[in-house]
């Protein structure tokens, strides 16, 4: 590379990085004033509402883990967007590998005495913070949607709804993120990922507020983002399982308005 070709260059990643500086992420104080309580942890015992059709949060207790929904992996807790509260998952405070507090606990709630299935393989999935809902048994057609506002990550700033949760650990997942400006679905087996539909192209600035939805009838998989159909994809086998949230790496993300329309499910 010439000498003048370096010095563009580093000039071009210079400009760029002052760019991100000036841009401030959302400190904890500002989605967790000071006057929420202190976090708590959820554990086997969770209180179980019927929540549906939407949980928009709004009976969540500020500043703790929601009760809506148990979360395995992550960061995660009720805050404040504006005067509104949200669920928020904050993966600059996470770190890989670790889990939620209480996660045995959690997981017997979540998947009853085949617990220990999940337990063997939650660390598989350490990179990729997830929140299951308990008021869920088995989703199997119907209507998942939620809104989402990424905030901040320099490495992603992912937010996903799963299904087809099964008890040692498996699920599927249609996720969007601000910084590829893709939408994927992805299977998790094993503790191994890998894509199974990839969509380009899809706008989803950060900073606003965006609609994702998830329809499932029998094999037949159709997701939304915006309102708009993007992607399709027929699976080998029917969806059965729990459902949730997803988000990934050092992502800062909120949700709200978790809407599930079953045509075939278990409630707990």
């Given at each position: ?214 329809s499932i009838q029998g094999k ?49």
């Open positions: 590379m010439s000498k003048l070709k370096t010095l563009t260059w580093f000039a071009a990643v210079l400009v760029a990085s002052l760019s991100i500086a000036k841009e401030k992420a959302p400190t904890e104080e500002e989605y967790l004033p000071k006057s929420a309580p202190t976090k708590t942890s959820t554990t086997g015992n969770i209180a179980k509402e019927k929540l549906l059709p939407l949980n928009d949060f709004s009976k969540e207790t500020l500043g703790a883990e929601p009760k809506s929904f148990i979360s395995a992996v992550g960061y995660w807790l009720i805050g404040i967007d504006g005067d509104k509260k949200v669920l928020v998952v904050d993966g600059r405070k996470w770190e890989e590998g670790q889990s939620s507090a209480n996660l045995a606990e959690k997981a017997r709630s979540i998947y009853g005495e085949k617990y220990a299935e999940f337990l063997d393989s939650v660390k598989a999935y350490a990179y990729f913070p997830f929140t299951v809902a308990n008021y869920v048994d088995d989703f199997r057609d119907g209507e998942i949607s939620v809104r989402f506002r990424p905030m901040a990550g320099k490495i992603d700033q992912a937010a996903g709804i799963i299904f087809d949760v099964k008890p040692n650990g498996d699920y599927l997942i249609v996720r969007a993120n601000a910084l590829e400006e893709n939408l994927v679905l992805f299977q998790y087996v094993k503790g191994k990922r890998s894509s199974v539909k990839w969509i380009k192209n899809v706008p989803t600035p950060s900073k606003q507020w965006h609609d994702l939805k998830v037949q998989i159709k997701a939304y983002l915006g309102g708009k159909l993007w992607l399709e994809h027929t699976l080998s086998t029917q969806v059965s399982g729990k459902i949730g949230l997803w988000s990934k790496a050092d992502s800062l993300t909120y949700f709200t308005d978790f809407s599930v329309k079953p045509m075939s499910s278990k409630l707990n």
